[in-house]
């Protein structure tokens, strides 16, 4: 495996740990944007469409199933969890 693509997955992952913990621990999603977040997990619902047809390796798999997870845990978040929604839209009405 390239230690580079190790690192970019491993820093790629440890940032969506690290905005997962502030929606928590804040209860809020001030000063994210709802439609980036739409846009992430657009692109990497097209992105890793190859998860069923084309296997690559387990590592390559999992990591994918863990973003694909990650960003739609995102937008559960940040719209249907009602602490944080509505901040969201304390957010969107300013």
């Known amino acids: 495996m390239n230690i580079f693509r190790f690192a970019g997955d491993m820093s ?3 940032s969506i740990v690290v905005l997962l913990l502030k929606i928590r621990a804040t209860r809020s999603c ?3 944007s709802l439609k ?3 846009l992430y997990a ?4 097209c ?8 296997y690559i390796s387990l590592y ?3 990591m994918k ?8 845990w995102i937008l559960y978040l940040m719209r249907m969890d009602m602490v944080v929604k509505q901040t969201e839209r304390k957010t969107l009405t300013i």
């Open 12 to 14: 790629h992952l440890l």
């Open 30 to 32: 001030r000063g994210i």
């Open 36 to 38: 980036t977040q739409e």
């Open 42 to 45: 657009l692109v990497f619902v």
């Open 47 to 54: 992105r890793y469409l190859d998860l069923f047809y084309s």
């Open 60 to 62: 390559n798999t999992v």
């Open 65 to 72: 199933i863990i973003y694909l997870v990650t960003a739609f």
